[in-house]
């Protein structure tokens, strides 16, 4: 397909379908993780800027857009997502350059945006009320309604899936949405937003203020007139979300972090386990929340896994986003101190394997190696914490039930998965396993728009992705018809 440019104004704040200076006139520079260096100035957008977002949602409700049929609405969001695929290589260059991901990750980023337009945008008018049997002479059906104004606060690791995820949601069910990026990438949320424009999305239906977490975040998540808050990102920050829209009492959804298991058996297909075990850690320099950092290995086999990601992790190349290595710089050099931290936490352990840094990477840079550690306990900080860079460790386990105790040992409960032949204990281990996913002989981290996701513990709570996050952007209302 043609690539058309976009014409974005990243110094600007995206509001009522218009392009406009934060309120408060402020800016802050944007870096480029590959290399240190400046790539533009981004709004720094202020409680101000909030008020104007979340009034301008408030009359898209009052407007076109609350008007629309739930039929429209998903023809809208369908020719956004052919919209979004006339730009792939634009919004891949920017994720890219913004956050540090190879091409190709963001590409295929690019792709999931795409298909969340056209699943929500299929889905938006098959989202059915019941009828329910009750007393004689009443009528009793159920409406499902949106919420109203919905609040999107999101990380900088997957911008335009999570946006694909819960704006996409949100709109099909005829919310109107306030999305704040994160202050380290909001270049493709900006983007999104002038495509949605284009492609028809009425005025105010999406508006996006970027800003620090600690201005435009909390603004919006203490806003009274919002109805629902959507937050992906840390769990220290989402207690504070939770907080905030406690004392509004309005609901949450929580998308948090993780610490997920891959569990391989005696039994296991060793040579099909092998790329999945690396590559769910690897992939995004390991800044997925449902990144698999923890790899549980069977005594039977446990050397030749070891011997086997070993092998790959020798092989792992990082580099800038634009030579598409196997992985990139992470996304800022606070994530690298934080990442490098860990690592140095890990002195006592014996390292496995480790990848490389090319040599040409620049040295402005938020690169890190790539890490093996093996022989880890399950206590180790490194098998509890999560790391958020491209860091794995490999514990040993004797049976099932030492591998079901060590895997739902974390205060953590996103994905989890197991390899193994054995169809019994397939089953038996999908139900042990603490997780809000479980996928059994693969692992699918990021990806998978049909698939809902969601946590346990400190995981978060609520779903998004797939039909279920449609229950959780709208509201059930009963309407009960005496008629005799
Ligand atoms: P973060 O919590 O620091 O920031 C996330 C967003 O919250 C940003 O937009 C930030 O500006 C905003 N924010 C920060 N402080 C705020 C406050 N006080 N009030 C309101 N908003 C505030 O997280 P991060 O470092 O950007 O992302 C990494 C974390 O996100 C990891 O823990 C990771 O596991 C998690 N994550 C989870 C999922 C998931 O689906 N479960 C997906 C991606 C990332």
Same mark, same amino acid.
């Given at each position: 397909?043609?690539?058309?440019?976009?014409?974005?104004?990243?110094?600007?704040?995206?509001?009522?379908?218009?392009?406009?200076?934060?309120?408060?006139?402020?800016?802050?520079?944007?870096?480029?993780?590959?290399?240190?260096?400046?790539?533009?100035?981004?709004?720094?957008?202020?409680?101000?800027?909030?008020?104007?977002?979340?009034?301008?949602?408030?009359?898209?409700? =009052?407007?076109?857009? @609350?008007? $629309?049929? %739930?039929?429209?609405?998903?023809? /809208? +969001?369908?020719?956004?997502?052919? *919209?979004? &695929?006339?730009?792939?290589?634009?919004?891949?260059?920017?994720?890219?350059?913004?956050?540090?991901?190879?091409?190709?990750?963001?590409?295929?980023?690019?792709?999931?945006?795409?298909?969340?337009?056209?699943?929500?945008?299929?889905?938006?008018?098959?989202?059915?009320?019941?009828?329910?049997?009750?007393?004689?002479?009443?009528?009793?059906?159920?409406?499902?309604?949106?919420?109203?104004?919905?609040?999107?606060?999101?990380?900088?690791?997957?911008?335009?899936?999570?946006? =694909?995820?819960?704006? @996409?949601? $949100?709109? %099909?069910?005829?919310?109107?949405? /306030? +999305?704040?990026?994160?202050?380290? *990438?909001? &270049?493709?949320?900006?983007?999104?937003?002038?495509?949605?424009?284009?492609?028809?999305?009425?005025?105010?239906?999406?508006?996006?203020?970027?800003?620090?977490?600690?201005?435009?975040?909390?603004?919006?998540?203490?806003?009274?007139?919002?109805?629902?808050?959507?937050?992906?990102?840390?769990?220290?920050?989402?207690?504070?979300?939770?907080?905030?829209?406690?004392?509004?009492?309005?609901?949450?959804?929580?998308?948090?972090?993780?610490?997920?298991?891959?569990?391989?058996?005696?039994?296991?297909?060793?040579? $099909?386990?092998?790329?999945?075990?690396?590559?769910?850690?690897?992939?995004?320099?390991?800044?997925?929340?449902?990144?698999?950092?923890?790899?549980?290995?069977?005594?039977?086999?446990?050397?030749?896994?070891?011997?086997?990601?070993?092998?790959?992790?020798?092989?792992?190349?990082?580099?800038?986003?634009?030579?598409?290595?196997?992985?990139?710089?992470?996304?800022?050099?606070?994530?690298?101190?934080?990442?490098?931290?860990?690592?140095?936490?890990?002195?006592?352990?014996?390292?496995?394997?480790?990848?490389?840094?090319?040599?040409?990477?620049?040295?402005?840079?938020?690169?890190?190696?790539?890490?093996?550690? $093996?022989?880890?306990?399950?206590?180790?900080?490194?098998?509890?914490?999560?790391?958020?860079?491209?860091?794995?460790?490999?514990?040993?386990?004797?049976?099932?039930?030492?591998?079901?105790?060590?895997?739902?040992?974390?205060?953590?409960?996103?994905?989890?998965?197991?390899?193994?032949?054995?169809?019994?204990?397939?089953?038996?281990?999908?139900?042990?396993?603490?997780?809000?996913?479980?996928?059994?002989?693969?692992?699918?981290?990021?990806?998978g728009v049909e698939l809902p996701l969601g946590g346990t513990g400190l995981?978060?709570?609520?779903?998004?992705?797939?039909?279920?996050?449609?229950?959780?952007?709208?509201?059930?209302?009963?309407?009960?018809?005496?008629?005799?």
């Open positions: 397909m043609s690539v058309r440019p976009l014409n974005i104004d990243p110094s600007k704040c995206f509001i009522a379908g218009a392009w406009v200076d934060s309120l408060g006139g402020q800016t802050m520079p944007l870096t480029n993780p590959s290399d240190g260096s400046t790539i533009c100035e981004i709004a720094r957008g202020q409680s101000a800027d909030v008020d104007a977002a979340v009034a301008a949602a408030d009359a898209a409700l =009052g407007g076109e857009w @609350g008007r $629309a049929t %739930a039929a429209e609405r998903g023809r /809208v +969001l369908a020719k956004i997502g052919l *919209a979004v &695929l006339t730009h792939v290589d634009e919004l891949a260059a920017l994720e890219a350059m913004e956050v540090g991901k190879p091409l190709k990750q963001a590409r295929a980023d690019v792709l999931a945006l795409a298909r969340y337009m056209e699943f929500y945008g299929g889905a938006a008018d098959k989202v059915h009320g019941e009828t329910i049997p009750y007393l004689d002479g009443y009528t009793v059906y159920t409406l499902r309604e949106p919420h109203g104004v919905t609040g999107h606060i999101i990380p900088w690791n997957y911008p335009m899936q999570i946006i =694909g995820r819960s704006v @996409g949601a $949100a709109l %099909a069910m005829g919310n109107a949405c /306030v +999305l704040k990026p994160a202050e380290e *990438a909001c &270049l493709t949320a900006l983007a999104f937003a002038e495509i949605a424009r284009q492609a028809g999305l009425p005025d105010g239906a999406l508006n996006v203020v970027p800003g620090l977490g600690a201005e435009a975040g909390v603004a919006l998540s203490g806003h009274s007139g919002v109805h629902h808050i959507s937050f992906t990102g840390s769990v220290g920050v989402g207690k504070l979300i939770q907080q905030a829209a406690g004392a509004n009492v309005v609901p949450v959804t929580l998308e948090l972090g993780g610490k997920s298991p891959q569990v391989v058996f005696d039994d296991a297909d060793i040579d $099909a386990a092998l790329p999945f075990l690396v590559n769910a850690g690897i992939q995004n320099a390991g800044q997925t929340c449902s990144a698999s950092s923890r790899i549980l290995v069977q005594r039977g086999v446990y050397d030749e896994v070891v011997a086997g990601m070993a092998a790959r992790y020798q092989a792992l190349r990082a580099g800038p986003a634009v030579d598409d290595l196997d992985v990139g710089p992470l996304v800022s050099m606070r994530q690298k101190e934080i990442v490098a931290g860990f690592i140095a936490k890990g002195s006592d352990l014996r390292v496995a394997a480790q990848g490389q840094v090319i040599a040409s990477a620049p040295k402005g840079g938020a690169y890190v190696t790539p890490m093996l550690f $093996a022989d880890v306990s399950p206590d180790h900080t490194l098998a509890q914490d999560e790391i958020f860079g491209p860091v794995q460790v490999i514990i040993p386990f004797e049976d099932e039930a030492e591998a079901i105790t060590i895997a739902n040992g974390t205060a953590y409960g996103l994905v989890a998965s197991c390899w193994t032949e054995n169809g019994a204990r397939q089953m038996r281990m999908a139900r042990a396993l603490r997780a809000g996913q479980v996928f059994i002989n693969n692992y699918g981290a990021g990806g995981s978060g709570h609520g779903r998004e992705k797939g039909f279920e996050a449609l229950y959780g952007f709208s509201v059930l209302k009963t309407v009960a018809a005496l008629h005799g």
